[in-house]
């Protein structure tokens, strides 16, 4: 699976983190940027790496801001991208469960490292149920 990972200065050394935790997990990663803590927009790199999964290139994202919120707001202005801000592991499972996301935003000012890996670990593990949420996801598009 080809995972889009991006980031502003403010979530850089987390999406660091996430792009080697992923490869370790066997994951080919796409970095789009930032590439170092100079102050940047988070829409100049979350608007590509979005583009890349609307457009098939990557199947799944971790986009990092500060807070999560910024980046993951860029991430939905996307057809078929669907970016959750998910600041706990319910949120991440109940996110791919119920509404098929495929983009996971973190805040690295508001989660440790440590609750960021079980947030990325239950986003990757949960498969989508489908069914009755199917329609629901459709119409997020529309």
């Not at 850089?12 to 994951?27: D, T």
Request: net charge negative; with cysteine; charged share 25%.
């Amino acid at each position: 699976m080809k995972i889009a990972v991006a980031s502003d200065h403010a979530g850089f050394a987390y999406k660091e983190k996430a792009k080697q935790y992923l490869e370790s997990k066997g994951y080919e990663v796409i970095d789009f940027g930032a590439y170092n803590t100079d102050r940047s927009d988070y829409p100049d790199f979350g608007h590509n790496a979005a583009a890349a999964i609307a457009e098939g290139k990557a199947e799944r994202g971790v986009f990092v801001c500060g807070s999560g919120i910024g980046i993951s707001m860029t991430a939905n202005r996307h057809k078929g991208v669907r970016a959750v801000d998910a600041v706990t592991v319910e949120m991440a499972t109940l996110s791919r469960q119920h509404n098929n996301a495929n983009v996971l935003a973190l805040g690295e000012r508001l989660v440790s490292w440590e609750d960021a890996e079980k947030i990325i670990d239950a986003f990757f593990a949960t498969a989508f149920e489908g069914g009755r949420h199917e329609d629901r996801v459709k119409k997020i598009d529309n």
